[in-house]
């Protein structure tokens, strides 16, 4: 929380989004914070999953306008990144996370 309102009175935004890594993401919008836990997935590499997890949360934001299911996303567009091997390589596709969604029956 901390961190969110110092980036807060540096920067105006609807949303402040801080990755943490192995332990997800958290949001905090001015009133309300949220932690997101990561989706587990084997890991096989790390490379490219923050660059993943940006694009899609982004992606899935202009989309739906919705921050919490754009963050559900891209956590899950993260974890399918780290289950293959490169970092161009193992970007996902939108089929590729649905698969993952439907295999893994997560909401």
């Given at each position: 929380l901390r961190a969110a309102l110092k980036l807060s009175s540096i920067v105006e935004a609807k949303h402040y989004i801080i990755k943490l890594g192995e332990r997800g993401c958290y949001t905090y919008d001015g009133t309300y914070q949220h932690i997101f836990p990561v989706v587990s997935a084997p890991?096989?590499?790390?490379?490219?999953?923050?660059?993943?997890?940006?694009a899609a949360a982004v992606l899935g934001y202009l989309e739906s306008g919705d921050i919490e299911g754009a963050l559900k996303y891209a956590n899950v567009a993260s974890a399918v990144?780290?289950?293959?091997?490169?970092?161009?390589?193992?970007?996902?596709?939108?089929?590729?996370?649905?698969?993952?969604?439907?295999?893994?029956?997560?909401?």
């Open positions: 890991v096989v590499d790390k490379r490219g999953a923050g660059e993943v997890f940006c990144t780290i289950t293959k091997a490169g970092r161009c390589a193992s970007y996902p596709t939108n089929a590729d996370i649905e698969e993952f969604i439907d295999k893994h029956d997560i909401n």
